[in-house]
């Protein structure tokens, strides 16, 4: 199997469905593949990339633990076909001098690769049906989040629909009785 390094180039939430996609951007060619994913993996890759302090252990990070703890090493994750619009992945261990794969979801095995430092790749006949060119990519406006790593789809041009969006907040404030709050002092 013909395989492609990759690369996370982004994770993006559209504000309508909250759904999320990470983009994959192939590392010597200028070509792009989106695959659709959960909410937690989303969020497990992100804390990831940008390296957040969580109190326990993640799914993710037992994962890699158990993994490790048994002697097995995490090598890589293969993005390894596309049926019927749904992706499937493979996850590479080597334990005790061989290679095995373990099937999972794209997404979880991102997560895991994340954590383990490894490379990701897609096999080339995936990247054939499903990569498209950077402008193609994502064909929808789109707005980076400040500090978070995700990004956000916008149907309006900034600033379009604030006031009415706005509204219920006005009126909320306006059934606000000031007059019965207490000094603290």
């Known amino acids: 199997?013909?395989?492609?390094?990759v690369e996370i180039?982004?994770?993006?939430?559209?504000?309508?469905?909250?759904?999320?996609?990470?983009?994959?951007?192939d590392e010597k060619n200028d070509r792009y593949l989106t695959i659709w994913i959960g909410p937690y993996e989303a969020e497990a890759i992100t804390v990831e990339l940008q390296n957040v302090e969580?109190?326990?252990?993640?799914?993710?990070?037992?994962?890699?633990?158990?993994?490790?703890?048994?002697?097995g090493k995490i090598k890589h994750i293969i993005v390894s076909?596309?049926?019927?619009?749904i992706f499937y992945a493979h996850i590479v261990v080597e334990l005790n001098g061989s290679d095995i794969e373990v099937d999972s979801r794209p997404s979880d095995a991102m997560a895991l690769a994340v954590r383990a430092k490894v490379p990701i790749f897609v096999a080339e006949v995936v990247m054939q049906k499903a990569a498209s060119p950077?402008?193609?990519?994502?064909?929808?406006?789109?707005e980076e989040l400040?500090?978070?790593?995700?990004?956000?789809?916008?149907?309006?041009?900034?600033?379009a629909g604030d006031d009415e969006n706005l509204d219920?907040?006005?009126?909320?404030i306006d059934t606000l009785d000031m007059d019965d709050l207490e000094d603290e002092e």
């Not at 400040?146 to 600033?159: F, H, K, T, Y």
């Open 54 to 71: 969580v109190a326990r252990p993640l799914t993710h990070d037992l994962l890699k633990s158990v993994i490790e703890q048994m002697g």
């Open 1 to 5: 199997m013909d395989l492609v390094r």
């Open 9 to 25: 180039d982004s994770i993006r939430v559209s504000l309508m469905s909250q759904q999320r996609i990470v983009i994959l951007r």
């Open 146 to 159: 400040p500090d978070s790593g995700l990004e956000l789809e916008r149907e309006d041009e900034p600033g």
């Open 81 to 85: 076909d596309l049926r019927n619009d």
């Open 168 to 172: 219920v907040f006005k009126d909320f």
């Open 134 to 142: 950077p402008d193609e990519a994502i064909d929808v406006d789109l």
